[in-house]
């Protein structure tokens, strides 16, 4: 038995369907009734019967933050995906981001012991990745920096991680997987997804800060191909092209035949709206659109290599172009 967490998630929505091709029983957690939907909907990309392939899944419905829900969720569960987190700048969604992304991985780890699980997946990011040397390209060597400026995201991936790494020294063969920023279909008001509603509404700006990208199936053919093989114990790097923000929206409206972004925001005026909108934000107890430390990520320049992956795997990635038309031929 396959376990997914986060399976109503962008990542875990596209893994659950590559799961269902091969006949295996999978099991998936879910919190809502809603969010099953979107899955539906992912579904719909790639089959026309949705309906049949969705019912191939055990869908278990608990919170990962619960001993008590989560318990017989490992019942003969052999291999874990763990997909689940919650994703946020907002300074706000801290405590939120450490109890979903620390304290939930801590609980799916000691359960996985508990079932002596074969195999356990976990969903990083870049953002737990060391920070760039001198302008070098980021490997898996770089070490993480505690007093670098790290955002809450990032720190609650990172505490996450370790609690995988335990379960490495309690006998569980583990495989840590840190994407780029992900680009696929669905979800399209949220994450990645929504750079494609953005653009294809007229949003006008664009920053040249650079990071790396990775199209959804190729972190899924990844999971997948480190979780068969003899790999274990190892973190690997999911980026197929460094591109900066302005490559990418201009791509975008490229493949979605819409107008390219035309006004070049610069790091100045973006300190400026963060700290506007910060007060936005407190007057009117909303969300915040910008954060300081979305604001300066857009502006970064940080790239990242996937040749570990590579050489242990001869792993060949689709172009980030071939990515952004095809994603944008699902586009509603």
Same mark, same amino acid.
């Given at each position: 038995?396959?376990?997914?967490?986060?399976?109503?998630?962008?990542?875990?929505?596209?893994?659950?369907?590559?799961?269902?091709?091969?006949?295996? /029983?999978?099991?998936?957690?879910?919190?809502?009734?809603?969010?099953?939907?979107?899955?539906?909907?992912?579904?719909?990309?790639?089959?026309?019967?949705?309906?049949?392939?969705?019912?191939?899944?055990?869908?278990?419905?608990?919170? @990962?933050?619960?001993?008590?829900?989560?318990?017989?969720?490992?019942?003969?569960?052999?291999?874990?995906?763990?997909?689940?987190?919650?994703?946020?700048?907002?300074?706000?969604?801290?405590?939120?981001?450490?109890?979903? &992304?620390?304290?939930?991985?801590?609980?799916?780890? &000691?359960?996985?012991?508990?079932?002596?699980?074969?195999?356990?997946?976990?969903?990083?990011?870049?953002?737990?990745?060391?920070?760039?040397?001198?302008?070098?390209?980021?490997?898996?060597?770089?070490?993480?920096?505690? &007093?670098?400026?790290?955002?809450?995201?990032?720190?609650?991936?990172?505490?996450?991680?370790?609690?995988?790494?335990?379960?490495?020294?309690?006998?569980?063969?583990?495989?840590?997987?840190?994407?780029?920023?992900?680009?696929?279909?669905?979800?399209?008001?949220?994450?990645?997804?929504?750079?494609?509603?953005?653009?294809?509404?007229?949003? /006008?700006?664009?920053?040249?800060?650079?990071?790396?990208?990775?199209?959804?199936?190729?972190?899924?053919?990844?999971?997948?191909?480190?979780?068969?093989?003899?790999?274990?114990?190892?973190?690997?790097?999911?980026?197929?092209?460094?591109?900066?923000?302005?490559?990418?929206?201009?791509?975008?409206?490229?493949?979605?035949?819409?107008?390219?972004?035309?006004?070049?925001?610069?790091?100045?005026?973006?300190? @400026?709206?963060?700290?506007?909108? /910060?007060?936005?934000?407190?007057?009117?107890?909303?969300?915040?659109?910008?954060?300081?430390?979305?604001?300066?990520?857009?502006?970064?320049?940080?790239?990242?290599?996937?040749?570990?992956?590579?050489?242990?795997?001869?792993?060949?990635?689709?172009?980030?172009?071939?990515?952004?038309?095809?994603?944008?031929?699902?586009?509603?």
């Amino acid at each position: 038995m396959i376990l997914v967490t986060g399976g109503t998630g962008f990542v875990g929505a596209h893994l659950l369907y590559q799961l269902t091709i091969n006949e295996e /029983k999978i099991r998936a957690v879910y919190r809502t009734e809603s969010s099953l939907e979107k899955v539906r909907n992912v579904f719909s990309y790639y089959t026309k019967s949705t309906k049949g392939t969705f019912a191939k899944i055990e869908w278990v419905q608990a919170d @990962i933050t619960s001993v008590p829900d989560m318990i017989p969720v490992f019942e003969g569960v052999t291999r874990v995906y763990h997909c689940a987190a919650l994703v946020s700048f907002d300074p706000k969604a801290y405590i939120d981001m450490r109890k979903v &992304n620390i304290h939930g991985t801590a609980i799916i780890v &000691n359960l996985a012991i508990d079932a002596k699980v074969d195999k356990l997946c976990f969903v990083s990011s870049i953002a737990a990745v060391g920070d760039s040397l001198h302008g070098e390209v980021v490997t898996e060597e770089n070490e993480w920096n505690k &007093n670098s400026k790290n955002h809450g995201y990032a720190i609650s991936k990172y505490g996450a991680e370790m609690e995988v790494w335990r379960a490495s020294q309690e006998g569980i063969d583990v495989i840590v997987v840190n994407p780029g920023v992900i680009l696929g279909p669905g979800f399209w008001d949220t994450g990645s997804g929504k750079m494609f509603s953005q653009v294809y509404n007229g949003f /006008k700006f664009y920053t040249e800060g650079v990071t790396g990208f990775v199209g959804v199936k190729d972190v899924i053919r990844a999971m997948q191909q480190l979780m068969d093989g003899p790999h274990k114990n190892e973190r690997y790097i999911l980026v197929s092209e460094n591109k900066s923000f302005k490559e990418i929206f201009f791509s975008i409206a490229d493949a979605l035949h819409v107008k390219k972004p035309s006004i070049k925001v610069k790091p100045w005026q973006t300190a @400026i709206f963060w700290r506007l909108d /910060k007060m936005r934000s407190f007057l009117t107890r909303t969300a915040p659109l910008i954060t300081k430390h979305s604001a300066r990520s857009a502006h970064e320049e940080t790239k990242y290599s996937s040749e570990k992956l590579k050489k242990d795997t001869a792993f060949e990635f689709e172009t980030i172009e071939e990515v952004i038309k095809e994603t944008s031929s699902f586009f509603p």
